[in-house]
C-alpha cells in the first residue's frame, strides 16, 4: 500500500484524518506549515512509518516539493485529503484584494495544485481518491471569503471529477458544516470517518459532496 498523504495536517481534521487511514494499515504523509505541527500531529498517528513535510499550500513549488518527497518515501499516493485553508469572519468589503486572493490561493488553488500534481498519476495506475475538506453548505455574510472559496471547492471537485473520474479517480469533498471540536457534534473523530468511507467506495457507489451537519 502506498499510503495516503494529508495536506494541512493541524490538530483537528487533519490528524484525525490521518490516524483513521494509519489504523487500516496505510502508511501516512503528513504536510503542514510549520515542523512544529506536522510534528506533534505524527506523534498521535498509530501504528507504521510517519513522512512529515513542511509546505506552505499557496506556494506551487513548495506544494508540489513536499507531493514528490512524500511520494519518494511512501511510493505514489493511494489517497490525497486537501485539508488546507484559511477560515476566518469577514463581512462584505472588510478583507481588501490582496486578503481575498491570499484566502483563495490556499482553500482552493492550493487544492488544484496539489490535484494537477498526484491526479494524472492515479489515473494512470486506474485508481486513487483526492478529497477536499469542504464547509460553508449555505453562503453566510459573516463569512465572506470563507463561503467565496467553500464555493469555489465544490465547483472544483466537479472539473476534477470530469477530468479524472473516467479513469478511476475518485475526486470529493466532506462539506463541514460547523465549528470543528472533540466531543461536539463536530467531533474531528466522527468526521474523518467520511474519508475512509469516500476512499473505499466501488465506483459505482460514488459520491462527490458528504456533508457533515453534526
Keep these: 500500500m502506498s499510503g495516503i498523504i494529508v495536506i494541512g495536517a493541524g490538530s483537528g481534521i487533519g490528524r484525525?484524518?490521518?490516524?483513521r487511514f494509519a489504523r487500516e494499515g496505510l502508511p501516512v504523509a503528513l504536510v503542514a506549515r510549520t515542523d512544529k505541527t506536522v510534528k506533534a500531529v505524527a506523534e498521535a498517528i498509530p501504528g507504521g512509518p510517519v513522512v512529515t513535510l513542511t509546505a506552505d499550500s499557496a506556494d506551487e513549488t513548495s506544494?508540489?516539493?513536499?507531493?514528490?518527497?512524500?511520494?519518494a518515501?511512501?511510493?505514489?499516493?493511494?489517497?490525497?485529503?486537501?485539508?488546507?485553508a484559511i477560515v476566518?469572519?469577514?463581512?462584505?468589503?472588510?478583507?481588501?484584494?490582496?486578503?481575498h486572493l491570499d484566502v483563495w490561493a490556499v482553500n482552493v488553488v492550493g487544492a488544484l495544485t496539489a490535484a494537477a500534481h498526484v491526479a494524472p498519476g492515479m489515473a494512470?495506475?486506474?485508481?486513487?481518491s483526492f478529497i477536499v475538506t469542504g464547509g460553508m453548505p449555505e453562503p453566510r455574510a459573516e463569512y465572506v471569503s470563507l463561503s467565496l472559496s467553500k464555493a469555489g471547492v465544490r465547483t472544483l471537485v466537479t472539473?476534477?471529477?470530469?477530468?479524472?473520474?473516467?479513469?478511476?479517480?475518485h475526486?470529493?469533498?466532506?462539506?463541514?458544516?460547523?465549528?470543528?471540536?472533540?466531543?461536539?457534534?463536530?467531533d474531528p473523530d466522527d468526521i474523518?470517518?467520511?474519508?475512509?468511507?469516500?476512499?473505499?467506495?466501488?465506483?459505482?457507489?460514488?459520491?462527490?459532496?458528504?456533508?457533515?451537519g453534526g
Design 192 to 212: 474523518a470517518e467520511h474519508y475512509w468511507r469516500l476512499h473505499t467506495q466501488p465506483p459505482s457507489e460514488w459520491e462527490h459532496e458528504v456533508v457533515h
Design 124 to 128: 494512470e495506475r486506474g485508481g486513487g
Design 159 to 169: 472539473l476534477l471529477d470530469q477530468e479524472y473520474g473516467a479513469a478511476g479517480v
Design 73 to 84: 518515501e511512501l511510493g505514489p499516493p493511494d489517497a490525497v485529503v486537501y485539508n488546507a
Design 88 to 99: 476566518r469572519p469577514d463581512a462584505p468589503g472588510e478583507l481588501s484584494v490582496r486578503e
Design 63 to 71: 506544494l508540489r516539493e513536499a507531493l514528490d518527497a512524500a511520494a
Design 16 to 19: 484525525s484524518v490521518a490516524a
Design 171 to 186: 475526486v470529493a469533498s466532506v462539506t463541514v458544516a460547523g465549528a470543528v471540536a472533540p466531543g461536539t457534534a463536530y
